[in-house]
């Protein structure tokens, strides 16, 4: 049973003194650590890689269980993740006429279920008559991946969605896109900002297409903060996720990343801070099964 637990950001934020350069211990770096240093090293999983290194791996990763995403979403979350998508765009209040971005979101998930409450709202409010709010609505799908967005185009021909002239599949980087400045009423992002190289060149990209009132919501696995459920939830992640990853896909590396990819991510109350930083306000969280995911959203006000 999901435990729902909003949190809201104090607005001030210990300061630490810096150390002096006196103060400052001698650096003992190794030279391959050196290496890394001098060409920006990143994490991938809980490898170090070079950040020109990172957005390639995490692409195999995606090419490599694009087919099998959904299936198995459906299989490490017993199905959970439809509820949380579900609690995600419910935070969002889509609205007949709105223009909104869901990264990293190519096989269609989220859109769909925004696409389908604007018109469950609309056709309420018209009776089944379309609006011309309606007709205004435009719900953007950017991707970096395209294999990913193959499958989404692929849904929604199934779906009865190909047609649609308000849904687009981008492919484009979430860290540099494409939109214009206060062109959005709504961003989210489900399960993809923890592969991202800079979280905060996101985050500042997400305030920068926003429009004023616009609102931000991130769906992500994050960090269990209950401790007997905590020592499950590891032996789970870390050892029945990649096997059933191997049987499924043929493929254990990638859910091993998954795995690791969510315990470098930061922990709610510092991405929540993060958030806050890159500009927007009223900063809250929701822990949703004691943590195992985070919702956050924020407004740019």
Not at 9 to 34: E, G, H, I, K
Not at 37 to 61: C, I, M, P
Not at 68 to 93: C, E, I, Q
Not at 160 to 186: K, T, V
Request: proline fraction near 4%; glycine fraction near 8%.
């Amino acid at each position: 049973m999901a435990l729902r637990a909003a949190r809201r950001l104090a607005s001030c934020s210990r300061q630490r003194r810096p150390l002096l350069p006196s103060q400052a211990p001698a650096p003992c770096v190794p030279a391959v650590a050196a290496a890394f240093l001098h060409s920006h090293a990143t994490s991938f999983g809980y490898k170090q890689v070079r950040e020109e290194e990172k957005s390639k791996l995490v692409g195999n990763v995606f090419s490599s269980v694009a087919s099998s995403y959904d299936l198995m979403n459906d299989l490490m979350s017993a199905g959970l993740h439809r509820l949380w998508k579900d609690r995600l765009v419910s935070k969002l209040s889509p609205f007949p006429g709105m223009k909104h971005l869901d990264v990293a979101g190519g096989t269609g998930d989220v859109a769909f279920r925004v696409l389908d409450r604007i018109k469950s709202v609309g056709h309420r409010a018209m009776q089944g008559t379309l609006t011309d709010a309606e007709e205004d609505t435009h719900i953007y799908v950017c991707d970096i991946n395209p294999n990913m967005l193959n499958v989404g185009k692929k849904r929604a021909a199934e779906r009865g969605y190909s047609e649609e002239h308000c849904l687009s599949w981008i492919q484009g980087d979430a860290e540099a896109l494409s939109f214009e400045d206060g062109s959005m009423d709504g961003y989210t992002i489900a399960f993809g900002i923890r592969n991202v190289t800079h979280i905060e060149k996101v985050l500042s990209e997400a305030y920068r297409v926003l429009k004023r009132g616009g609102r931000f919501l991130c769906l992500e696995l994050s960090h269990v903060d209950i401790p007997v459920f905590k020592e499950i939830y590891d032996v789970y992640s870390f050892s029945v996720i990649p096997t059933v990853g191997e049987l499924v896909t043929g493929d254990r590396q990638s859910y091993q990343y998954l795995v690791e990819s969510i315990r470098r991510f930061p922990e709610q109350e510092k991405f929540a801070q993060m958030i806050q930083e890159s500009g927007f306000e009223r900063v809250e969280y929701e822990n949703l099964v004691g943590g195992v995911v985070a919702i956050h959203s924020g407004l740019k006000l």
